[in-house]
């Protein structure tokens, strides 16, 4: 059967009989496939793009010849699915549109074709983008938003949805609604635990899907409870690792402690038997966490660390590069107590990280680019955290799932895959990154909706970014 269905697949190919044949945008030969579901690598393959979609596979050594307008010899190289960042932002109000659309190119240029916006003031300007970069005149990466964030009264991001009782919270829900974001996210700089846990409970009743930061006057029980999907960033769940979390909850809520005020208790009350309770509520209750250990770690040694000779800060726009200054003061000011705090917190974080996968706990990579968050570049933190979370104990396969296939999961959108039909958002590496996750930034094309961006173009799209 599989020698006559190969038989029908290459008459339907190719023009063997004085057929017209199929007119392909595209055809990668002699490639090796990987499936990042299982790390199972199919080799010698041909795969034929037909559009934005992969049209089919066949084995490269069954071809006699190939129509297709490029021809791709893609020998002794690895193809998988583009990468997903499943955390960034678009931010910084109008003076930093072009800039935030600037920031595009840097993601197609590390083989990221999908990335999740966690919340901005740009969201007009983001769906400007979603519809050029969908029609081809724009190139950059399959944008998802949650559009605004919600959070408190005086909140700390402009342009956040600010609420303080039930009104406001479903009227913010139907702004959202109105917006058609992908997915609801909550801040926790002002808004009140009871408020927070509302949130969530009303956008779940809706059938939206929910991830945010977690007011330290709530606890993860709680959290998990009222059906949230994903935690941003792991201050929260170690809390929940904590065995004096309610006792931390209730100073908090008592305001007799503040969220970085308890986070030296959270470290020193670890309790193993603690998180795993922990573990297993979170995974019951199908949650995804995201650590984004690599934006941790450059902040907690921006005291120390000179990044002004990084070679993308180049690619930032000045009025993002300004924008770094608040977290940069922050470090300068700090006292000694909360830079060894800070670093302390770097450290356990990594180990949370490799703890969380052990156990089964959805995990999703991110890397929190954009305004703000100094020196935490977009497109290349992406591959900077897969590598965070390698050496946190993660294998190259289970970090390369956090992305793309985890990604797709979390928004409840089509998997991204290698087969007939699927879209054809690709990267070829000239290295297998099962063997070293660091391969992921041995790019030789990326592709996007069928759409092909050699070395040469990638390059070219990284000057376009240059200032």
């Not at 996210?185 to 956008?203: F, M, P, Q, R």
Request: glycine share 8%; with cysteine.
């Amino acid at each position: 059967m599989r020698l006559i269905f190969t038989l029908v697949l290459i008459a339907s190919l190719f023009n063997s009989c004085g057929n017209q044949p199929p007119q392909f945008s595209a055809a990668i030969h002699n490639v090796n496939i990987i499936d990042l579901e299982t790390g199972k690598i199919l080799k010698d393959q041909s795969v034929f793009i037909a559009g934005d979609s992969i049209h089919s596979i066949v084995k490269s050594k069954d071809l006699l010849t190939s129509s297709a307008a490029q021809q791709i010899d893609a020998s002794g190289k690895f193809l998988m699915t583009g990468l997903w960042d499943n955390h960034v932002h678009f931010r910084g109000g109008k003076e930093l549109i072009e800039e935030n659309k600037n920031i595009l190119n840097l993601f197609i240029a590390n083989g990221i074709t999908t990335v999740r916006d966690a919340g901005g003031d740009l969201t007009t300007s983001v769906h400007e983008w979603q519809k050029q970069i969908a029609d081809g005149s724009l190139a950059g990466p399959t944008i998802y938003t949650s559009g605004p964030k919600i959070d408190g009264h005086g909140a700390t991001w402009a342009g956040s949805l600010e609420v303080s009782n039930d009104k406001e919270i479903n009227t913010a829900l139907d702004s959202l609604e109105q917006l058609n974001v992908d997915f609801v996210k909550i801040y926790d700089s002002k808004i009140s635990g009871e408020n927070y846990l509302k949130v969530i409970t009303e956008a779940e009743k809706r059938g939206m899907i929910t991830s945010g930061h977690m007011p330290y006057s709530v606890t993860v029980e709680e959290t998990t409870n009222a059906g949230i999907d994903a935690i941003e960033h792991l201050y929260y769940v170690l809390k929940g690792c904590s065995a004096e979390e309610i006792a931390i909850t209730e100073a908090v809520k008592n305001n007799e402690a503040g969220f970085w005020t308890s986070l030296d208790r959270v470290l020193k009350t670890y309790s193993y038997s603690v998180a795993q309770e922990t573990f297993s509520k979170l995974k019951e209750n199908n949650v995804y966490v995201l650590p984004t250990l690599h934006i941790g770690h450059t902040l907690s040694h921006l005291d120390e660390t000179d990044h002004t000779t990084d070679p993308y800060l180049k690619y930032i726009g000045p009025g993002i590069q300004k924008t770094y200054a608040g977290r940069i003061n922050s470090a300068k000011n700090a006292s000694p107590e909360f830079v060894v705090m800070r670093k302390n917190l770097d450290s356990a974080f990594v180990k949370l990280a490799g703890v969380l996968a052990a156990n089964d706990v959805n995990v999703l990579a991110g890397s929190d680019s954009g305004a703000f968050n100094s020196y935490t570049y977009p497109g290349i933190s992406l591959h900077k955290e897969l590598k965070a979370l390698v050496n946190a104990g993660l294998t190259p396969l289970q970090a390369l799932q956090t992305s793309a296939s985890n990604g797709s999961k979390f928004l409840q959108k089509q998997l991204p895959e290698i087969r007939s039909g699927a879209t054809a958002d690709l990267l070829i590496l000239n290295k297998n990154p099962l063997d070293n996750i660091e391969n992921t930034q041995d790019i030789f094309m990326v592709i996007k909706s069928g759409k092909t961006f050699s070395s040469e173009d990638l390059e070219n799209l990284l000057k376009t970014s240059t200032y």
